[in-house]
């Protein structure tokens, strides 16, 4: 199969990787980053969470891989802000480099130290973590650096805000200034540009800058939902929306299969569209999709190109687009002369920073809307039944009446032959339980923008009144405080690399004399006390309750 990755001129181990994965093609970061990470040129990324970035530093950096004498020694090391991103980069690094045999370790807080030391010692080719831990590890003389020859850093803005600056300093030190090294940022503050230039030689910056287009009078809508509820988040919203064609984009050839196939499952026509179709097998999917056998389209970005399609009354991006012009291409299909649209779309909490990217791009707002609930499901299912009804109560056949009253005469009450009829009738809606759906809360991010403020101007910010909280969050009590020396980033550096969960999930931090005030996010707060009876501050144990 001939996919654009080809051009990169990989390690054919690689490609496999990237085919079995079922990408079809470079996202804009990919395109741009890895050919110049593949000539040896330092890159300065401007780029988040669901760009593709990963695969952008790490397909060069697997590609890299020595396979000689420096085998067994750390070759390649990314650094993450949090436990979360560094198992999730560990993760997609092994599988892109499963078929060249590599061995890939993350490290962080919140883990035993014991099985972190054996795997080093036993030989590790890449190593993916958290500041802290790698700097213990460092301190522990088992994490040995000399021969880096690749280094990311990943999400520098969170580990800037999160206070990591200094460590990520000490961690670069212990790395050959040969080495070659990546920078990826969502957003490129001061101390990161100065970051840049002294750890870094002449690095290639890069930025996506989509061409402007405009978009259609379309109904655009979004729902934050986790990355694993959203097929039941589509299957809620089908059952709602008046839809008569729908064309819904995932970013890999697999996931279309598999979302089609989860779909039809679920008693909703629908067929995948992807690249590996041949010519026929693509017509005869077009053909059922233009007689209405199939109203559900389910195709990759790549697939959807040179589409004949005349108009979709829904455009669902399953997916987030990995860039706003791709957004405005995908939506484009959708409200078509004069027609009334509607774009729906998925984003994970992560996300939601590239939907302000995609709403800046198109200069218009997306909705944010909530899915529909079991009950609202139910209901508009009987109403979907009573309409029906009344369309085959004007058209009794003489045979229906007759089977009717042979079952009264048997017995039973007309009320009951009707109620047996109508749960025969609905059989079929058995198929599509309406499964649970975890609560996104609203906007997190604007937690983050405080959050961030306050520990960059810590001295300026005006003294809150005592009991004053941020909405969803509760507040937890530490026995110590500034007198014991201690400073917001030690608190956000052991919460975060203890417990894995994100900066922005930590507000308030109110230090006084001898004790702390910190706020969490009340989903994560059990999470916290449990995994944080242990901490240490300075030789002290710390004890952390939840206040009031
Ligand atoms: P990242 O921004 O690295 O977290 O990637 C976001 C998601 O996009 C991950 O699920 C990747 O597996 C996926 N992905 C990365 N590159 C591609 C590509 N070229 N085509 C399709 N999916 C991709």
């Known amino acids: 199969m001939t996919t654009e990755f080809q051009a990169f001129d990989l390690h054919p181990a690689l490609m496999q990787a990237v085919d079995e994965l079922g990408y079809e093609s470079p996202t804009p970061i990919q395109e741009r980053a890895i050919p110049a990470l593949m000539s040896g040129r330092d890159v300065l990324g401007q780029a988040q969470t669901g760009t593709g970035k990963t695969a952008a530093f790490a397909l060069p950096m697997l590609h ?26 560990a993760k997609a690094v ?12 993350a490290v962080y807080g919140g883990q035993s130290y014991s099985h972190q030391i054996s795997r080093l010692q036993r030989g590790v080719d890449i190593v993916i973590g958290t500041p802290g831990r790698m700097l213990d590890l460092i301190r522990k003389d088992v994490l040995d650096l000399s021969a880096v020859r690749y280094l990311v850093l990943d ?29 990826f940022s969502a957003t490129l503050p001061e101390p990161i540009r100065r970051l840049a230039d002294r750890y870094m030689s002449t690095p290639e910056a890069i930025t996506i800058n989509p061409k402007r287009l405009t978009v259609a009078e379309t109904e655009q809508r979004y729902y934050v939902v986790n990355e694993e509820d959203k097929l039941a988040a589509l299957t809620r919203l089908f059952e709602t929306e008046d839809m008569t064609s729908a064309l819904i984009f995932t970013r890999t050839k697999v996931r279309a299969s598999e979302l089609s196939d989860a779909l039809l499952a679920r008693g909703f026509p629908a067929e995948a569209l992807h690249g590996d179709l041949s010519q026929p097998a693509r ?19 790549v697939a959807a190109r040179g589409l004949d399609i005349e108009d979709v009354s829904h455009v669902v991006n399953y997916d987030m687009p990995f860039d706003p012009e791709i957004y405005v291409h995908r939506i484009g299909r959708t409200g078509r002369a004069g027609r009334k649209g509607v774009a729906l779309m998925l984003a994970t909490p992560r996300e939601r920073r590239r939907l302000q990217e995609i709403e800046a791009f198109t200069m218009q707002p997306i909705a944010r809307a909530k899915l529909p609930t079991p009950a609202e499901i139910l209901a508009r299912r009987d109403a979907q039944f009573l309409l029906k009804m009344g369309g085959h109560l004007e058209n009794i056949s003489a045979n229906e009446h007759a089977l009717v009253a042979q079952m009264v005469a048997a017995g039973y009450t007309m009320e ?17 339980p309406i499964e649970e759906i975890r609560e996104v809360p609203a906007r997190p991010q604007q937690h983050r923008a405080k959050f961030e403020e306050r520990t960059e101007c810590a001295p300026k910010r005006a003294p809150r009144r005592k009991g004053e909280r941020e909405p969803g969050m509760v507040r937890l009590w530490l ?6 020396g201690i400073r917001p980033r030690d608190i956000v550096g052991a919460i975060a690399g203890e417990t894995g969960i994100p900066g922005r999930a930590i507000g308030a931090i109110e230090i006084q004399p001898q004790q702390t005030f910190v706020d969490v996010a009340e989903r994560h707060a ?21 206040s009031e």
Not at 283 to 301: H, I, K, S, Y
Not at 526 to 546: C, D, F, P, T
């Open 526 to 546: 059990g999470q916290v006390l449990h995994k944080m009876k242990h901490w240490k501050v300075r030789g002290r144990v710390v004890v952390l309750k939840a």
């Open 94 to 105: 092994y599988e892109y480099g499963q078929h060249r045999g590599v061995r890939v370790l």
């Open 416 to 432: 009951d032959v009707a109620a047996a009829a109508i749960r025969q009738a609905r059989a079929q809606e058995q198929q599509r």
């Open 64 to 89: 890299g891989l020595q396979t000689d004498e420096a085998r067994g020694r750390v070759q390649g090391l990314v650094v993450a802000p949090t436990r979360e991103l560094a198992i999730q980069v």
């Open 479 to 484: 026995n110590v405080g500034a007198a014991h």
């Open 155 to 183: 999400e520098a803005d969170e580990m800037l805000s999160m206070g990591f600056i200094e460590d990520i300093e000490a961690i670069l030190s212990e790395t050959p200034s040969t080495r070659q090294t990546a920078l």
């Open 283 to 301: 017509e005869a999917v077009m053909n059922r999709f233009r007689r209405g056998q199939v109203t559900m389209l389910v195709a990759t970005d």
